[in-house]
């Protein structure tokens, strides 16, 4: 996964099919991210998930807490559409800003 | 009863780098069917809810088997039942309920809720000690009427 910052902006671009096999990598990935740059806003990239089941809410979760001790928050953006019906599912709108670009 | 026009049966050890190739198998399976993206991928999503239910909470300590049966139904229904012998569940109606978890906060307790709304019927039966089986259906619309 890489990942680039800008000021106090962190984006980390998600790849490939998120399950709960690699789901414990990604947190992990996710929470290194956070804690070497203590970003105000965290922005998780989707356009490169290919998969994303309910594993991948827990990971938009733990983001959310992580960002949430520093007063920060996280966007989400470019999600294609099978990782958005399984995010709106679960109401992911509640805890994070959600940046649509990529058409339905 | 509807007629079974295929079907196909997998059997799979319970390791974790089995949830892609599983959804991925009956994914395949379901080409037949003609369907689309938004359906394959409700279909994918659902199996892996379910394979993952059987790695996380059927086997926590160990490597069990899971059983995966797919179904072709007469009037273009995808029939998938998948089976563990593990540890079944104590409270059903619990389990189910959207956010309730007895996994880590890895999981997000959202698996059943996404098995019902993303397919067009979804049953659970489980029995402590003996295992846990999730029967779903999905309909498939048929070509003709999405053009």
């Known amino acids: ?104 | 009863m509807k007629k079974t026009e295929n079907y196909m049966l997998l059997e799979i050890p319970s390791r974790s780098a089995n949830e892609s190739f599983s959804r991925s198998a009956v994914a395949a399976f379901a080409a037949r069917l003609d369907p689309t993206m938004e359906e394959l991928g409700d279909i994918k999503t659902a199996v892996s809810e379910a394979v993952t239910n059987c790695i996380v909470h059927a086997y926590p300590n160990e490597i069990g088997v899971i059983q995966i049966k797919c179904k072709i139904l007469s009037g273009n229904v995808l029939d998938i039942s998948i089976k563990d012998h593990g540890c079944g569940i104590e409270d059903l109606s619990k389990a189910m309920r959207p956010l309730y978890t007895t996994g880590s906060d890895e999981r997000s307790g959202m698996g059943f809720t996404i098995m019902e709304s993303f397919m067009t019927s979804l049953k659970v039966t489980s029995k402590v000690g003996k295992g846990t089986t999730v029967h779903m259906k999905r309909k498939i619309v048929d070509r003709g009427e999405k053009r």
């Open chain 1, 1 to 104: 996964m890489t990942s680039f910052v800008q000021g106090r902006r962190l984006t980390i671009a998600l790849t490939g099919e998120i399950d709960h096999h690699r789901a414990a990598e990604v947190m992990q990935t996710i929470g290194q991210k956070i804690a070497e740059y203590l970003p105000k806003v965290c922005v998780l990239d989707f356009r490169d998930v290919t998969f994303m089941d309910s594993s991948g809410i827990a990971v938009v979760i733990r983001a959310h807490r992580r960002m949430h001790e520093l007063d920060g928050t996280v966007l989400l953006r470019n999600i294609p559409p099978q990782p958005w019906k399984v995010l709106h599912a679960a109401g992911v709108e509640r805890i994070a800003e959600v940046e649509r670009s990529v058409p339905v």
